[in-house]
């Protein structure tokens, strides 16, 4: 079984400032972790992965996340928020490598950044 | 959008009338997925495709059937739509599975059922 919970629905950050957008996650094999960004009215597009190679994961438009087992984390952080970083983040776990084996997303983060 | 296409975008309905939306794709990808999106859901898995005519059901499939006759064309038919069906809908491609292999999303579909 595998499941992501992102306890904040809403964060809301000044521009400029650092964004953390929160995700933990159970898994009940190693787990691959997504996440993913949707602005509105769009689709949702691959911000990074987490492939086991590295535990600190880079991605794009600056974000980056660290996986930490013992936390059961994958927490995405900017240094310096835009104000086009205000979307909807999600985070994603797979927890088998098997072909047939689904992702399961978190129900998503809204980031609001003031001016 | 990854070669991606839905359509219709935007789709009005009423509840008791059969409703078809097409994800069309030009990656030759094998794995093709539908997902619906519900504010304070996520995304959740309806169906997915794993080759032409081989498909299976997700998490949320009650009311929806699909088919999959082309590499390219992944339909998702809700036979008699009823308001719990108004979502948001996105296909969703990747060529392999599994692992941390990422899916690739489509623009989405609007449905709102009267």
């Known amino acids: 079984a595998q499941s992501v919970t992102q306890l904040d629905s809403h964060v809301s950050v000044s521009e400029g400032t650092p964004v953390l957008l929160r995700c933990n996650y159970s898994?009940?094999?190693?787990?691959?972790l997504f996440w993913y960004v949707q602005h509105p009215n769009k689709g949702l597009q691959l911000l990074l992965k987490y492939t086991s190679a590295a535990t600190l994961v880079k991605g794009i438009n600056g974000f980056e996340a660290e996986f930490k087992k013992s936390e059961t984390s994958f927490h995405l952080t900017k240094p310096s928020a835009h104000m086009s970083d205000a979307a909807e983040y999600f985070c994603?776990?797979?927890?088998?490598?098997?072909?047939?084996?689904?992702?399961?997303f978190g129900k998503g983060i809204t980031l609001s950044v003031r001016p | 959008d990854a070669g991606i296409t839905q359509s219709p975008r935007h789709k009005v309905t009423e509840t008791g009338t059969p409703v078809t939306l097409r994800c069309h794709q030009t990656?030759?990808?094998?794995?093709m997925y539908w997902y619906r999106q519900d504010p304070g859901h996520g995304l959740r898995l309806i169906h997915y495709?794993?080759?032409?005519?081989?498909?299976d059901k997700g998490e949320v499939s009650d009311g929806y059937s699909v088919s999959r006759s082309k590499t390219e064309d992944f339909l998702l038919t809700l036979e008699s739509a009823t308001s719990s069906q108004t979502s948001v809908y996105f296909c969703a491609i990747s060529s392999l599975a599994g692992g941390n292999n990422e899916q690739f999303f489509g623009p989405g579909t609007r449905l709102t059922v009267l």
């Open positions: 898994s009940s094999y190693s787990p691959s």
């Open positions: 495709s794993y080759g032409v005519k081989d498909t």
């Open positions: 990656e030759n990808h094998r794995y």
């Open positions: 994603v776990v797979r927890s088998s490598a098997g072909a047939n084996s689904k992702l399961t």
